[in-house]
């Protein structure tokens, strides 16, 4: 886009008489559309001279002294050792309002400035918080949650449990598995629901391999979607050659209630009571199962399930998600 110097200036100059604007008073102020003045405080933030504040209830704009300016420029210039930067190439993703694929060092440079953070030290964290997980990784690249799992439940029936991302780490929010998978299922999109399989495929592989499972089983999604990301995931995991456990969804008066909708843990637990079956003919085969599913955050139907596989034949029933978190909330989960 073309940006007016003549319209920027009229912008910044509305700051002059105040010192604190929402993006609609300027629009007010200066007879022009919401829409063209969000484009332009854009391009202000960017070059420095505005800078976006949290003033109930959204944001609002400041103007940017001379001093700050030029620190935002100075915290631009990093310096980093080369094996840092190329950490930072391979582990750092997001997706922009506009969904640009934001990725690799020179994008978490323009993310740190963009929101006026210290981009040396936020980078420095970045990695301290990768080197964090890079330490609770087991042999297979899986964190365990069987010890936060326990809290949950008066009895458990699954006996390991993993993920491989955490929705949320601090400031930083979704991590780059949690970004692509969130959004592959939002969008549905198949070159995104295969990045995301990518990027865990070869860990299921070495724990499936290492644990000798006897079946794998994929938890029955509720929501029909065009391109269904455990669907594919299935399709793929069918080179290894294992039976896979058919577990269905049964719905009473075939109303489908899916897990999101349901804001407690204790709706969700009878949810799954009454809505999930193993229907298999060669249970009494397969001993080990590997139980997989994408986000997780109450653990009702993973347990559930778990219990009717150990009730019916299982001796093992273990577990993995793509993305969990210790913290989720109803209202995040519902966002997928």
């Known amino acids: 886009m073309t940006y007016l110097f003549k319209s920027l200036q009229q912008i910044m100059d509305v700051f002059e008489w105040k010192n604190m604007l929402w993006a609609?008073?300027?629009?007010?102020?200066?007879?022009?559309?919401?829409?063209?003045?969000?484009?332009?405080?854009?391009?202000?933030?960017?070059?420095?001279?505005?800078?976006?504040?949290?003033?109930?209830?959204?944001?609002?704009?400041?103007?940017?002294?001379?001093?700050?300016?030029?620190?935002?420029?100075?915290?631009?210039?990093?310096?980093?050792?080369?094996?840092?930067?190329?950490?930072?190439?391979?582990?750092?993703?997001?997706?922009?309002?506009?969904?640009?694929?934001?990725?690799?060092?020179?994008?978490?440079?323009?993310?740190?400035?963009?929101?006026?953070?210290?981009?040396?030290e936020k980078i420095k964290s970045y990695i301290d918080i990768n080197n964090h997980i890079l330490k609770l990784q087991d042999v297979c690249w899986l964190i365990s949650a069987k010890e936060?799992?326990?809290?949950?439940?008066?009895?458990v029936y699954l006996d390991e449990i993993y993920y491989a991302d955490q929705y949320k780490r601090?400031?930083?929010w979704r991590w780059k598995l949690a970004?692509?998978?969130?959004?592959?299922?939002?969008?549905?999109?198949?070159?995104?629901?295969?990045?995301?399989?990518?990027?865990?495929?070869?860990?299921?592989?070495?724990?499936?391999?290492?644990?000798?499972?006897?079946?794998?089983?994929?938890?029955?999604?509720?929501?029909?979607?065009?391109?269904?990301?455990?669907?594919?995931?299935?399709?793929?995991?069918?080179?290894?050659?294992?039976?896979?456990?058919?577990?269905?969804?049964?719905?009473?008066?075939?109303i489908s209630i899916p897990q999101k909708s349901l804001k407690t843990r204790e709706q969700r637990i009878q949810n799954a009571k009454n809505t999930i079956f193993v229907d298999d003919s060669n249970v009494e085969k397969l001993d080990k199962v590997f139980l997989i599913d994408d986000f997780v955050w109450s653990w009702a139907t993973l347990n559930e399930t778990a219990e009717k596989l150990k009730k019916s034949w299982a001796k093992k029933v273990d577990w993995f998600a793509f993305v969990w978190n210790l913290n989720l909330s109803y209202d995040i989960i519902n966002e997928i």
């Open 148 to 155: 936060s799992f326990g809290k949950d439940f008066k009895e």
């Open 24 to 120: 609609t008073e300027i629009a007010e102020i200066l007879w022009i559309s919401n829409v063209i003045v969000h484009k332009y405080l854009k391009e202000l933030v960017k070059q420095w001279k505005l800078q976006k504040v949290w003033a109930w209830p959204k944001t609002k704009y400041i103007k940017t002294s001379l001093q700050e300016e030029r620190q935002a420029i100075k915290e631009n210039e990093v310096t980093i050792l080369y094996s840092e930067k190329k950490v930072l190439d391979d582990i750092f993703l997001k997706f922009s309002a506009d969904w640009k694929i934001l990725k690799w060092f020179d994008w978490i440079k323009k993310w740190c400035v963009e929101r006026w953070l210290n981009t040396e």
């Open 179 to 254: 970004e692509i998978t969130f959004y592959a299922k939002q969008s549905q999109n198949k070159s995104l629901i295969t990045q995301s399989i990518d990027e865990i495929i070869y860990k299921l592989e070495c724990v499936i391999k290492n644990w000798k499972y006897s079946a794998i089983a994929i938890v029955p999604w509720s929501i029909e979607r065009k391109n269904q990301l455990l669907k594919i995931l299935k399709n793929r995991l069918k080179e290894l050659n294992l039976p896979f456990v058919n577990i269905i969804k049964y719905y009473p008066n075939w």
């Open 170 to 172: 601090m400031d930083f």
